[in-house]
């Protein structure tokens, strides 16, 4: 199964820029995508020194990721004149999911990026915009989730089970996907 990421990418980053303008949101933050494909232990390296891993390293699924070539190059983005669109680039972010995965620890990425600013103050807004395409034949089974934003000082918690964030120490909002390619939203914090 495949997923291919490409955030802050092609038609969606159009709506993002134009939404980030209308809340004020003044800092921007877009991932460096290379322009040649890469394998996994490359794609990890890039990662790595380009993304501001919260943790330095990518926790679970290293080899489940590559930069592989845009599976839709004729995908025009909506506004090359676009700041955040990155109309250049020629390769996506695909992750996989081997057939009898479940977790982030037995297929798919799980990584944390440091979102910092530049003057030192905190975030009082912040907005993730990024594209998604899934292989024609993808198994939806249970469901999955999607890249998200997570907050908070509780470094590594929010991310889902039976914990519950008391607002104070974390939070996390998530994309999911359920049986039959439904979507959902999650969010985790206090008095949900």
């Not at 199964?1 to 092609?10: A, D």
């Not at 460096?32 to 390296?45: D, G, H």
């Not at 506004?79 to 990155?86: E, G, I, K, M, V």
């Not at 390769?91 to 992750?95: E, F, I, P």
């Given at each position: ?10 038609r969606?980053?159009?709506?993002a820029?134009?939404?980030a303008a ?5 800092t921007?933050?877009?991932f ?14 890039h ?5 501001s ?8 699924g ?9 599976p839709f190059?004729n ?15 020629s ?5 996989t999911?081997p057939q009898g995965?479940f ?24 907005l993730l915009?990024?594209e998604?395409?899934f ?8 469901g999955g989730?999607l890249p998200?934003?997570?907050?908070g ?8 089970g039976?914990s ?6 974390c939070f ?6 359920r ?5 959902e939203g ?7």
């Open positions: 199964m495949l997923l291919f990421l490409s955030f802050v990418t092609q969606l980053s159009t709506m820029s134009a939404l209308q809340y004020h949101l003044a921007s933050t877009s460096p995508f290379p322009s040649a494909t890469l394998n996994p232990s490359a794609t990890v390296n990662i790595v020194s380009q993304w891993l919260g943790k330095g390293h990518v926790q679970d290293e080899s489940n990721i590559a930069f592989v070539a845009d190059p995908s025009p983005p909506i506004s090359s004149s676009d700041p955040f669109t990155n109309s250049s680039n390769t996506v972010l695909q992750v999911y995965s977790s982030h620890e037995t297929g798919g990425v799980q990584f944390y990026n440091l979102w910092n600013t530049t003057d030192g103050s905190t975030f009082g807004s912040m915009s990024y998604v395409a292989d024609q034949d993808f198994n939806w089974v249970k989730k998200g934003l997570r907050g000082l509780d470094s590594s918690g929010c991310s889902g039976d519950l964030p008391n607002g104070i120490d996390s909002s998530r994309v999911m996907w049986k039959f390619a439904e979507g999650t969010c985790r914090k206090r008095h949900q």
